[in-house]
């Protein structure tokens, strides 16, 4: 690995990795005999946590989840942000991680 390159893969970046070097062979053998497999996972890790929150953030104000729903109900309040993160998750896992 080139100097200064080694950075922390998260879980997306090492589903993005899974996928490439199963389904995408070519692209990650460039990327790894460039030297730029780890900066690559490490990029789509952090888009897609930062693609995560915002598509939270947008998912709960249409679906009504407030600060007051979760002081008195608390229990659907889990539950619908449960379903938020899962959909959330889903179109995160479509859109950056299996292309």
């Known amino acids: 690995m080139p100097e200064g390159t080694h950075y922390e893969i998260g879980r997306y970046g090492r589903m993005r990795w899974e996928y490439l070097k199963n389904h995408r062979r070519g692209e990650y053998i460039r990327l790894l005999m460039n030297g730029k497999i780890n900066e690559y996972l490490h990029v789509v890790d952090e888009e897609c946590y930062e693609r995560m929150e ?6 709960k104000d249409g679906a009504g989840i407030t600060e007051e729903l979760k002081a008195s109900d608390q229990m659907k309040w889990v539950g619908l942000m449960n379903n938020v993160r899962s959909v959330a998750e889903e179109a995160v ?3 950056l991680i299996y292309v």
């Open 54 to 59: 915002l598509l939270m953030e947008q998912m």
């Open 93 to 95: 896992i479509r859109e």
